[in-house]
């Protein structure tokens, strides 16, 4: 069975900084992609940034230069390091992994999702 498990989200001030972490099982993780992915209170879901199983990586054009995805494939582990929040960085953030073409659909698998609140 795959589960995904996110963690690190949190309550922080804008201009600050968190780094979500996405733990994988049940899956041979070195031949996945993961994507991030957030939805903020009355949107929808967007893509933040998708690593590919040779870290090729792909960020939404908003938010390049400050959040950067990585991956551990000894740790079966993808992150994402949130610089220099903001407000409207508030949402829940989902992990999602599976083959390249099937990130951000049913297709692939999701985490339960983390909450990231930016408020001073």
């Known amino acids: 069975q795959v589960q995904l498990v996110e963690s690190g989200g949190g309550l922080v001030q804008p201009g600050g900084s968190l780094r979500l972490s996405c733990a994988a099982s049940g899956i041979v993780f070195s031949i996945i992609a993961v994507g991030w992915y957030r939805r903020a209170p009355g949107k929808e879901r967007e893509l933040v940034a998708t690593i590919n199983m040779w870290g090729a990586t792909n960020y939404a054009d908003s938010l390049k230069g400050r959040f950067t995805i990585s991956r551990d494939n000894a740790e079966n582990t993808v992150y994402l390091q949130m610089n220099s929040l903001k407000p409207e960085d508030t949402a829940v953030y989902y992990c999602?992994?599976?083959?390249?073409?099937?990130?951000?659909?049913?297709?692939?698998?999701w985490g339960q999702g983390t909450q990231v609140t930016v408020s001073s």
């Open positions: 999602n992994a599976g083959p390249a073409p099937t990130l951000g659909t049913s297709l692939g698998y």
